[in-house]
């Protein structure tokens, strides 16, 4: 039996598999196209149990988009006759030689593997929906390549992007990241331990027409011992599992195996001035606030920390979601085999943690930040670059120097929401704020101070004229200043 979707493609089929990628392309197979034609708010909402409906409902015109979806994302097949439509003769005859489609004696042609749009990119990797019967393979192989699914696209939305001389992604998979990093730096290396994942990278880079990426096989930094890099992303296997058998999934008993590995190894391949990139769960144990984990993991390295957290399963639950079972029994045993690792890890819950990594300056103290959102849905690497700068200029010692001579400007548009008790008890007012069109929906609490400071800065404000207003707040200068601190944290206030 052979192995699925093998990837395979030499020079003289490389022209044809641009074109049938572009082909696919024209048909408007894109991450916003696609979104709309299945009706869906995020890819990550499909699921395999709906098939019917999608064809039936959101498919019945069989246009090009129509069949691209259903054969690359819906896992369906097409008649002789759609799939002419779809392809010309030269790019169905280069899908069927890589691999990639495979053709039944009935005349029915299904994909091998998924394309997956990712924004105006199209990259593929194995199916979403291994447990559905696909050609040439009836089970899920240990090498597997992992599917772009949400924290694939949550790493891609957070990186920052800049003019680089290098990029190194680790545990790359398809090589979404790697792929996604070759329009800003010069040189990406792209590293997996699974050979299948290698292959398949260096596929999507021919079928799209890349050449400053290079793909090798190896256990994290090992092939890239002694280089540094401008950027490093990983997305790794960090699942805490009691069975450890999904090789792109599981981390361990903990979850933890690979990923600590990956930010020990950042202080010795990460450049100056470099941003790396992480996205994970973590279990959190109660009263041990992760990113100490995380420290911990860097052995001392003056990096500092930028931790958002974006979903929070309680540990039942996040068993409950893993199990698998052929009936009911087996299934509340996994499920019992799951909620018992956890605990035996003293995990109250799992966290989905999109963390980042950069060198402290010179001279100052390695921090950590912890902030809260919604996953992101587009481009956010700039408002992790801008984090960075805030509590940077936040945590100045001099920041009551720098402000003589400067200006304030609150972070307009900014939503403000109150709390108040009405009626009975002394409960204090609780407020919230937070900055509106951002990719990152952080609400931040606010106190009495900072909500009047707020309010009192109406356009262009110099800074020394506000610092004067203890008196009309009723504060120190000590308590004013320390609060000017939080909202430039905070980037509810900014300093020109």
Excluded at 210 to 239: K, M, Q, S, W, Y
Excluded at 302 to 313: E, P
Excluded at 329 to 337: K, M
Aim: charged share 25%; hydrophobic share 40%.
């Amino acid at each position: 039996m052979s192995e699925p979707a093998p990837y395979l493609v030499d020079d003289a089929d490389a022209p044809a598999l641009r074109e049938a990628v572009s082909a696919i392309g024209r048909a408007g197979y894109n991450e916003a196209a696609v979104l709309n034609r299945l009706g869906l708010f995020d890819l990550a909402d499909l699921d395999w149990r709906l098939l019917h409906s999608y064809r039936e409902e959101r498919l019945a015109e069989r246009d090009t988009l129509s069949l691209a979806i259903d054969l690359f994302l819906l896992q369906g097949c097409l008649v002789k006759d759609e799939l002419d439509r779809l392809f010309e003769a030269s790019s169905r005859e280069a899908l069927l030689r890589t691999g990639i489609l495979d053709i039944d004696e009935t005349g029915c042609a299904r994909a091998r593997a998924s394309l997956f749009p990712v924004g105006g990119r199209r990259i593929f990797s194995d199916h979403n929906w291994p447990e559905l019967p696909h050609p040439g393979y009836t089970s899920v192989p240990y090498n597997q390549v992992m599917a772009i699914g949400n924290d694939s696209r949550h790493l891609a939305h957070v990186t920052i992007r800049r003019p680089i001389g290098s990029a190194l992604d680790l545990c790359t998979g398809s090589g979404i990241q790697a792929l996604m990093a070759t329009s800003h730096a010069r040189r990406v290396c792209a590293v997996d331990v699974n050979p299948r994942a290698v292959r398949c990278t260096r596929f999507n880079a021919q079928a799209l027409g890349i050449a400053n990426l290079e793909a090798v096989e190896g256990d994290l930094f090992e092939p890239v011992r002694g280089e540094r890099f401008d950027l490093i992303t990983a997305n790794p296997p960090f699942v805490p599992s009691p069975v450890n058998t999904v090789r792109f999934r599981d981390g361990g008993p903990s979850g933890e195996d690979i990923q600590k590995r990956i930010v020990g190894g950042l202080p010795h391949h990460l450049a100056p001035g470099g941003v790396a990139h992480l996205v994970t769960e973590l279990g959190e144990r109660e009263g041990e606030p992760i990113a100490e984990r995380l420290r911990e993991w860097l052995a001392g390295a003056r990096m500092d920390i930028c931790v958002l957290r974006v979903a929070t399963l309680s540990a039942g639950r996040y068993a409950i979601g893993h199990a698998k079972g052929s009936d009911f029994g087996s299934y509340l045993d996994a499920a019992g085999a799951w909620a018992r690792n956890l605990r035996a890890q003293g995990y109250a819950r799992v966290v989905s943690v999109l963390v980042s990594f950069q060198w402290s300056l010179p001279g100052s103290e390695p921090w950590e930040r912890v902030d809260e959102s919604r996953p992101p849905q587009r481009a956010a690497g700039a408002e992790i670059e801008a984090a960075f700068l805030a509590e940077r200029l936040a945590r100045d010692l001099d920041l009551r120097r720098r402000l003589e001579g400067s200006w304030l400007r609150r972070g307009d548009p900014i939503a403000c929401f109150d709390a108040s008790v009405l009626r009975g008890g002394r409960i204090p007012t609780r407020a919230k704020a937070a900055r509106l069109g951002q990719a990152l929906a952080i609400e931040y609490q606010l106190d009495s101070l900072e909500c009047q400071i707020l309010a009192r800065l109406d356009g262009r404000t110099a800074a020394t004229e506000l610092m004067r207003c203890c008196g009309e707040f009723d504060v120190l200068e000590a308590s004013l200043l320390e609060a000017i601190r939080s909202l430039l944290r905070k980037r509810l206030v900014s300093m020109e």
